[in-house]
Each structure stands twice: as C-alpha cells, then as structure tokens.
C-alpha cells in the first residue's frame, strides 16, 4: 500500500509540475512593448546658413522599426502612439521565428527593414537610401535612419546622419528632382555598417555605395520665384565633409536640367541640421532675365556671382556693358554695340579688363555675341563661349 501512495504522490507531483510549465511557457515567449523617443536634430548655424528651428522624427500610425529584442533575430514592430508624436510605444507586429544568437542588449533601427541584420557585436548592416522622397519643407522620414541599443524597453533613438537642405528660387520653374553629388565623387549612399560607441552612433558606407543621392517630387513643385520665397529641398545624408564642395543637379517637369556648384567645404555632421544659401536657377533653353553671370552647355550651369556686379550705359548713341567684380576690384568691360540693336543681331564687340587703381593697364580681346533678347530696359546676349550677358537700362 505504502508503494502504491508514493507512486500517487510522484503523479500528482508531475502533474503539477505540467501545469506549471504550461502556464510559463507563453509568458517567456510573449513579445515586450517597447517605449521610444526619437532625438532632436538641431539646426547647424553658419555662415551659409538662414533660420531656426529643431527638426524631429515624428511618428505615426503603422510606423514600423526593426528590433533585435536580445537576439541577432529581426523583429518588426508597429508604432501604437498617438500621430505626429515623437514619443511612444511599439508592438511587434507577428510573433519571429527562426535560427538566432543571443545578444547581451536589445538594439533597434528606424525605419524597418526586412533587410536589416545585426552581429553578435552588436553591428547593423542596412542600406542607406540613394532615393528619397520630396516633402514640403522638411525631409523624407523613410530617409532618416536612426539607431538605439538599451538593457531594458526603453528605446532612445539617434539619427545616424545629417540633413542637407537646397533652396531654390526661379521663374516659373516646376522641379521634378535634385541631385546631390560630392566633388571627389565621396560615398554619400548604399551598404553601411551602424553601431553604438560609448553615448555616440557611428555609421560607415561600405564598397559598393554610390556618389549621389536624388531627391524626387510625386508632382513637379513650383519653386518660388524670388530669394525670400525659395523652396526648399532636404537631403539625409550620412556624416560626410565635402572637402571641395558639391554639384547639384535639377531636372524640371520636362526634363530639362540646371546644374550649379560650390567649391566650399561644407560638413554635415550627425544629428545637425545644415541650411545652404538660396540660389537662383535658370532652366536650359530659357532667357535670363536678372542680372548675373551665366553659362550654358546644354545643361545650364548657373553661378549667382554673389561678389559680380553688372551695369549697362549709352555713350555715343552705342550701348556698353560694365561689370565690376568686387572681390578683385577690377573692372571689364563688353561694347560698344550698334545703336540699332535688335534681337538676333550678331556682333563683334571688345572685352577688356583692368584694375580700378590701374586702368591704363589693361587686356582686351574680339568677342562675337548674339542679341537673344531686347526689351524697353533690357539687353540679354550670348557669346561664343555661351557665356550670357544681361543689361538693365
């Protein structure tokens, strides 16, 4: 009888044992909420800078973000905050399965990704994106990578780049997309490696990235048509120094294209914000209508010629056109034209340059140019080098 007691009691021992295994079993399994705030990207103020303000990463319903919950496995999960909110919790989506490694902290990317992986270091692989999209004065979101790791549920996002923003301003000029492109040809997109060092977020484009990235409108945006009215054009780029400047390219709703350039070096560091001056474009097959120094190609390249100023005055019933460089202080001069200009006319006229302080010394060639345009107070003309000469009376 004794036997038959201890075999009751061993049963009865196993059955709860059972149950208890039952009941713990889903619970080591579920998936945590996780709570995220995203950081602020402060405004870099410089010389070529205009404005304030602090841009955030806002997130919004179905927003997703990969988490490596402790594991190299990809999890996907779903913002369940309140919209437009830069703080907020996150539910993963459906339950991950598969093969995974054990990792001592949870790091998390934004946006998800399917494509994101993670070492047992702790390093993320991702693309950083060479397309983005165009949104009205602020930056693509899907663009904006940011990167956190945490012991706990508490996830505190960092950008992982900078933001780049291009005003432009022109008449009657429809943008369609702007494209970025360093000087030295630098790495600005493609496979990265990202990874959290001490309190920082460090990010590396690996072999295979490319030198540009191209912004793209869903419809063509009208920029405005004056300096105080510029529309602006936000790039995420990942850190970088432009040691020698940057190319932009802009194609218009019928595909022509403007293409401008700066020989500064500009940086764009993590988490900042980095506004350039306005600049004033001129669409290929059209007729400058300010003053200004330009050139064409086939491609329009625009230079603003900040430091360049130009004038136009009659003498001797002959039109002459007067620029003075500021930077250099010397002055050249293009003329005289026939008194009876009109549009069309081919001309040969003089070209000199001298010094302010220095006139008798100076340099003079023959340049043929071409009246593209006449008005009441206005002279645009073209020479054989397509460089463009507009005079105001």
Known sequence: MKTIKIILILLAAGLACSCLFEQEGPKMSASPKYHAIAESAPETRTAFERGDGIAKVVWNADDRISIFAKSTLNR?????????AATGDFEEVSGASGEAEALAKSYAVYPYSADHAISTEGVVSLTWPSGQ???????????AVMFTC???ENLSFMHAGGY??????????SVRSVTLAGADSQPLA???????????VKLRLLEGATGSITLTAASPVAIGASK????EFWFCLPPAVFEHGFTVTVRDS????????????ISVERARMTRMEAVRIQMDGSVPTEPGVYYADGTTKVFDAVNFQLSCY????????????????RLTRLGPLPADVRAGLMSQVTFEEFAFMNPGNKTSRQVTVRVVSLGNDLITMVDQDNNYYVMRF
Do not use: H, K
């Not at 105080?228 to 529309?231: D, G, K, L, Q």
């Not at 019928?254 to 070096?265: C, H, I, K, L, N």
């Not at 009659?314 to 202080?329: F, K, S, Y």
């Open 76 to 84: 996907q999960y779903r913002f369940t905050g309140e919209n437009g």
């Open 133 to 143: 999209a165009y949104r009205e004065s602020n930056y693509d979101p899907a663009a």
């Open 150 to 152: 945490s012991a706990d």
């Open 164 to 173: 780049l923003c291009i005003s432009l301003y022109g008449q009657g000029i």
């Open 190 to 200: 493609g496979p990265a490696y990202v990874w959290a060092e001490g309190e920082a």
């Open 228 to 231: 105080e009215s510029a529309t």
């Open 254 to 265: 019928g595909g022509r294209e403007t293409v401008f350039s700066t020989a500064r070096a």
């Open 314 to 329: 009659r003498a001797g019933g002959q039109v002459w056109l007067r620029a003075v460089d500021l930077g250099n202080m």
